[in-house]
C-alpha cells in the first residue's frame, strides 16, 4: 500500500505462482526500538531453490548496511528498486545480514511497527499480515517462505518496560545504560506475515494453563493500565477455546507462553501472530457497564478466532494470498462451532446467516463480486472480505455436512497431519478431507473458483393418484465481472416434508424399499435434478436447506399459508426463522406496493401474533423473529433500489405487527421484562433483554409518546450497557428533541472511554432521514473525532455510509460528495481504513436513476484521481466498473 498509484499498478495472478528461489532456514532479528526511529538488523540464513538471485521485499526502509557472508557490499554489488533489494550470489548457501532504519511515529497506515496511542504514553506494536512486513526490514515476504525466527529487542527500560515477542522466553537484562534487552525463540517455522512484537508500558493478567497433552502455558493478557481490569472475559475465552481446540480437533497449544495484546489502533479485528495475538480493543475488553451483550459475544468468538488460527492458519498455513480462505474460512467455521457449543446452536446461526445475507450476498452481486478463492488481485489487503471469511466458512460447512461428524473429524486430522508445517493450497485441504474418507470432493472446488450467489429454484408437485411428490430443483448463478458463464455446483439440500398438521413425513425416494428418516439431504450436482418423494398422502410443505445447508438464494413460491405452518411447526430452529423471514418478504412486498392490509401483511402478523402468546418459545428465538429482514437485505427485493420507500415499507409492516399482536400485549411483556431487568449474562438474562429491545421498538412504532416516556425511563434506570444503549437508540428515532439530554449525559458519562464513545458516535450516525448528514458533520466537530483512529472512523464514517441508507444515498448526492472528500483525507493517513470505507459505494448501480447518477459522478471522478493509495484505487476502479 501507501506508495501511490501513479505507477501502473501490477496485477497479481493465481496462474504465476512459482515456489521461492530461496528458502530462509533461520533468520535472526535484532531491535533496537525508538517511537521515531527503530534500527532493525536482520541476519537471513538463505537455502538455495533455484537458479535466481536473493530477492528480497522491502518498503519505506531505510537501508543502512548490506553484508554478505560477513562481507559489507558496497552499491553496485546490489539493486534495489521498486521495493525490491536484489543480490547475486553463487553458492547454494549464504547468510545475508542488513541493518534498517524505520520510523514508527510517521506510520499512521498502521502496517509495519507503528505507535499506538500517544508519544509519551503509547506503545510499539506490529502488524505484519499480509504483506506489512516488509515494512519492518528485508525479507521474502510471502507466506510460503517458513522460518525459525530468533527476535531479541533492545529499548529504554523506562520508557518500555515491556519487550514481547512471538515464541518462548530466551533471556532477558540490563544493558546498564538504563537500557535493556530480551529474546525471544520460535521454533515453529513461520512466514514472516506471523511475526510480531510489542513493546511499551502495558499491564497484565495472567493464569496458568495445562494442555491436553500436557504442557504448562502461562497465559497472559496485556492492556494499558486504563482498561486491564476489563480483561477478565477474555481470559476466560481464551481457557474455553483452549480446551475445546482439545477436545473438538484434538488440537494443543504448542509454546511455553501465549500472549494477548489490546489496541486502540488496529485497521482489522485482531491478528493471530504466533504465540502473540494482538487485538483490536474493541474484541478484547468487556465489561457490564460499557460493553452490550452483542459485544461480549464478539470477544468471546474473536478470542477463539485467534486462538483457532494457531493450527487453522500458523501450523498449517496458505501457499498463497489466493488461499487466504484456506485460513479464515476454515477458522471462522471452527469459530462459529464453537460459539455454538457455548451458547445456542440455532441463534448462533440465524446471526451467521443473517450476517452472510446482509454483508456478504450484497458484496457478491455488486462490481466488487469475486470468488472465494479469487483468480487476481491487485492489492490483497482489499480480499479479507466476508466472501473469502464468511461465505468460505459456509463452503467449509458443506464440506462437514457432506463428510458427516467423524468423517470430517478424520479428514482434519489428516489436513494437519499432512500439511503440518507446510503452506498449503485449497487442493490440500479437499485432497487430506477426501483421502480420509474415501471419498473425491473435487467437485466443490468449483464453489471456491466461481463468484455469485447461486440462485435454487425449487418445484413441487404433488400426483394425488400416484401418492408421489415430485421435487424439481434448478440452479443458476447470475454472470459476475470476468465470469459470465457459471457452471452449476453441489448444492446439498437438506430437507424435510411436512403434512398440513405440521407432521414431519418419513421419506422414501423413487426407488428406495423403505424410508430411511423425516429428513434428508439430497445433492443438485448438476443445472436441474427432480427428486421423487413416495408414499405421500396429500400435497406436503417442503421445508428446504434446513439449517442453511447451503450458501444460495431460494426461490420457491411459498404461499403464505404454508410459510405460516413452517413457522409454526418447523422443528429445524433456522428453518422455523428462515420461514418467518421468507413470509416477511411477502409481506413487505405487499407493503411497498401499497397493500398494507393484504392477506401476505396478514399472514406474517397473525402467525407471529400466535407466536408472541406462545409460552413455550424461547425469548431471544422470539425476538429473532419479530424481526424481520433489515432495510439493506430487502434492496434485493425489487430491481432499483429507493432507500425511502424501502424504510418507509418495512416500517409500514412493522406497524401491522405491532397492532396484529396488540398494545396492551406488547405492554404487558415488555412490562414483565422490564421488571426482570438485571445485569446478569446469563442466556437468559440476555434473551430477556434482546426481546425488550424488540417490543420498545414495536411500543414506539405505534404509539410514540408511550415509546418516548419508556425508552426515558429504561434509560435512566438501566443496569447496563445492553439496556441503556437500546433505549437511546429507539428515543434518538423516536423523540429526537428528548434524546438530546441523554446523548449529552452518555458523552459525558463516557468521556474518555473509547469503546463506549464510538458506539455513541454509531448509534448516532445510522439515525435516518434528512437531518443525517448534518447530524454526522456536527459529530465529526465533536473533541473526540478523529481521522487518524479507525474504530472512531468506522463508527462515524463506515456506520452511516454502510448501515443509514436513507441517510447516505440522499437524493440529492451531498452525502456521496461529502464521503468523497472524507475518503481522500483518511486516505492519506491509511490506505487501508479508507478502502474498507469506500466499499459503501458497492451497489451504487442498483439504485434508482437520480442517486445513481449522483452516485456514479462522485465514483468517477475518484476513480479518475491520480494521488490515492493503491488500496483505495483498487476498490475505487472495480467499483466504477
Ligand atoms: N488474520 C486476521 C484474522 O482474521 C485478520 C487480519 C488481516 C488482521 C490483516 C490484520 C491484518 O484473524
Ligand atoms: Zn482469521
Known sequence: MSDRSDAPTSVIRLADY???????????????????????????????????????????????????????????????????????????????ATRVAVRPAENTAFEGLYLSGSRDAGFLLTQCEAEGFRHITFYPDRPDVLSTFTVTLRADKARFPVLLAGGNPDGAGDLGDGRHWARFVDPHPKPSYLFALVAGRLERISRDYTTADGRAVALHIWAEADVIDRCDYAMDSLERS??????????????????????HDFNMGAMENKGLNIFNAKYLLADPDSSTDDEYRHVEAVVAHEYFHNWSGNRV???????????????????????ADMN?????????????????????????????????????????????????????????????????????DLYFERHDGQAATIEDYLGALGDANGVDLAPYLAWYGQAGTPRLSAEGRYDEGKRRYRLLLRQRTPASAGQPNKQPLPVPVRLSLFDASGRALPLRLEGETQASAVERTVVLTGAEQAFVFEDIDAAPVPSLLRGFSAPVILECEYAPRELALLLRHDADGFNRWDAGQQLAGLAYDACRDGEPAGAAVAAWADALAGLFSDAGIDDALLAELLTPPGEIELVERQPERDPERIRAARQAMLRALASAIGTDALRTRYDSLRAQASAGLDAASQARRQLKRRLLDLLALVDANEGKALAAAQYDAAPGMTDRLAALATLAVTAPAAAEAPLAHFRERYDGNALALDKWFALQAQLPGDGALARVQALERDDAFTLKNPNRVQALLG??????????????????????????????????????????????????????????AVVAELAGRKDLSRDLTDI???VAL
Open 242 to 263: 483452549m480446551r475445546w481446540d482439545e477436545q473438538a480437533y484434538g488440537r494443543n497449544y504448542d509454546l511455553d507462553v501465549f500472549h494477548v495484546v489490546a489496541t
Open 799 to 856: 456506520t452511516f455510509a454502510r448501515t443509514n441508507p436513507t441517510g447516505f444515498h440522499r437524493a440529492d448526492g451531498a452525502a456521496y460528495r461529502w464521503l468523497a472528500d472524507r475518503l481522500v483525507a483518511i486516505d492519506a493517513l491509511n490506505p487501508q481504513v479508507a478502502a474498507r470505507v469506500a466499499t459503501a459505494f458497492n451497489g451504487w448501480k442498483r439504485l434508482e436513476p437520480a442517486r445513481r447518477e449522483a452516485a456514479h
Open 317 to 339: 498455513t496458505c501457499r498463497d494470498w489466493f488461499q487466504l480462505s484456506l485460513k479464515e474460512g476454515l477458522t471462522v467455521f471452527r469459530e462459529q462451532s464453537f460459539s
Open 344 to 412: 445456542s446452536a440455532p441463534l448462533k446461526r440465524i446471526e451467521d446467516v443473517s450476517l452472510l445475507r446482509r454483508a456478504q450476498f450484497p458484496e457478491d452481486a455488486g462490481p466488487l463480486s469475486h470468488p472465494v478463492r479469487p483468480s487476481q488481485y491487485s492489492e490483497i489487503n482489499n480480499f479479507y472480505t466476508a466472501t473469502v471469511y464468511e461465505k468460505g466458512a459456509e463452503l467449509v460447512r458443506m464440506l462437514a455436512g457432506h463428510l458427516g461428524h467423524q468423517g470430517f473429524r478424520k479428514g482434519m
Open 876 to 878: 475505487l476502479a472495480r
Open 18 to 96: 512459482r515456489p521461492p528461489a530461496w528458502a530462509v532456514a533461520h533468520v535472526a532479528l535484532e531491535f533496537d526500538l525508538g517511537i521515531d526511529r527503530t534500527e532493525v538488523l536482520a541476519t537471513l540464513e538463505l537455502v538455495r531453490q533455484a537458479d535466481e538471485p536473493i530477492r528480497l521485499d522491502g518498503e519505506g526502509l531505510e537501508l543502512l548496511e548490506l553484508h554478505l557472508d560477513g562481507r559489507r557490499l558496497g552499491e553496485g554489488e546490489y539493486i534495489l528498486a521498486n521495493g525490491v533489494l536484489e543480490v547475486g550470489v553463487d553458492g547454494d548457501r549464504c547468510t545475508l
